[in-house]
């Protein structure tokens, strides 16, 4: 359902974006170093704001307060139940402001306000969801060894960590994070990407709001290379959370293992979506559209291959076209847009290089058409790129924009050789109305979540990560316990069991 928003909450809410500063132990001020840069709009390329610049010293100080926050503060010894009405407040607080975060989102990533209304109101649930699981499911096991011993054990919060997270779909993204670290009882230190800083900065004004207790969670705004990297360096951060670019993630790994620091790393895709000759035709089709065309492509779960079988190509590629044809590229403000512009310029000329080299590499390129009064904005169409063949490097690198490669099989033996063929593994979809086949094809496909019959749907039960080059480790429902907490183990004496004597002499 598209969002209702007035043209002049819109205005009001976009005319006088303030500035952002770093938000440590309580209070919002400028780096240290008095450095900022510039925020650009995308639809636009105009500045927004200016953005205070984060470095090493801004991180030691966010560290500094998140530690005291948990060893001296309230949040590391406080009661499950009264930390839970943290967690849920920021919930509420969220679902207060959820129009303007929606708007702000929009304006700041290029994302279509439709969307980023839905993606809010998934933030303020992933608090609520795991003020709910932390209550239910954060709990021990015991063992009894027969009438002697009994050992229990119990999960305990590492205290600061580091959550390092993207620009596309950010706000939504941060939430992810930040809520099962704070609701199992860690401080964090936020370090945002530096395209998108305006969602950093609400959340750090909803939690701000909520009122928790100062330290807590800190928003240390800057580059990767300063920042980020202090972050990972920093011997007192227990753990790091990074969602990115896989390159990235695997300088993170290294960095961290100096200070044998906990990662968890979801990483880039190549996700394949593979249509049987018996699917349901029009759903298979809606899902493999809306899989790659929503989020403005910026998708790491996006199916950006399509693997479609010989028998029904042709048939699927002329309703692709028409699909594609009438998709309303536009105004990201626009309740009706359904694809807007890409985060920045830079990223802009990488997609449509990758659209000229798919030519090269022999493809038909179809395209949509930008209108001519937007071209100003970061615009790539929707674009498919047909007479694909998996080995191209347009079908085995990462492209992260509107872009879909349609690749023929015959064989389900085919299917599972070419879904595989790639260095990645998040993600995989399978269209068919074989059931026995859809289980088989789901588990012989490389990658960490599959959906069968699906779009991308969202449990937060589910864990979510992938394999090979796609991440390490999983987060979601109560998996993310693993990565937030440490089990320890209590052993207890049930009586006076035999203990062997040392140094008693004769």
Known sequence: MALKVSEKLISEVTANVEDIQLYINGEFFPAESGAAFDNINPYTNEKINRTAEGRAEDIKKAVAAAKAAFENGPWGSMKISERMKYINRIADVIDEEIEKIAILEAYDTGLPVSQTRNMTARSAENFRFYARMVEARLHGDAYQSDSEFLNYTIHKP????????????????????????????????????????????????????????????????????????????????????????????????????DSLKKTSMELGGKSPLIIFDD??????????????????????????????????????????????????????????????????????????????????????????????????????????????????????EEIFGPVLSIIEFEKEEEAIQAANDVKYGLAGYVWTNDLKRGHRVAQAVEAGMIWINSQNVRDLKIPFGGMKASGIGREGGHYAFDFYTEPKVIHVALGNHHIPQFGKGE
């Open 279 to 396: 699917a349901d035709f029009e759903r298979a089709l809606d899902a493999a559209v809306w899989g790659i065309f929503s989020f403005n492509g910026e998708r790491c779960t996006a199916n950006s291959r399509v693997l479609v079988h010989k028998s029904i190509k042709d048939a699927f590629t002329k309703a692709l076209k028409k699909r594609i044809d009438h998709i309303k590229i536009g105004d990201p403000m626009d309740p009706s847009t359904e694809l807007g512009p890409l985060i920045e310029k830079e990223h802009c000329n990488k997609v449509n290089s990758y659209i000229e080299l798919a030519g090269e590499e022999g493809c038909e390129v179809y395209q949509g058409k930008v209108p001519e009064d937007i071209k100003a904005g970061n615009f790539v169409p929707p674009t498919v790129f047909l007479n694909a063949d998996n080995s191209m490097r347009v079908c085995q």
């Open 158 to 257: 590492l205290g600061p960590v580091g959550l390092i997270t993207p620009w596309n779909a950010p706000f939504m993204l941060e939430t992810w994070k930040v809520a099962p670290a704070l609701a199992t009882g860690n401080t964090v230190v936020l370090k945002p990407a530096e395209l998108s800083p305006v969602s950093a900065n609400i959340l750090a004004q909803v939690i701000d709001k909520a009122g928790l207790p100062d330290g807590v969670f800190n928003v240390v705004h800057g580059y990767g290379e300063t920042a980020g990297a202090a972050l990972v360096a920093h011997p007192d951060v227990k753990a790091i959370s990074f969602t990115g670019e896989t390159s990235t993630g695997s300088l993170i790994i290294k960095n961290a293992a």
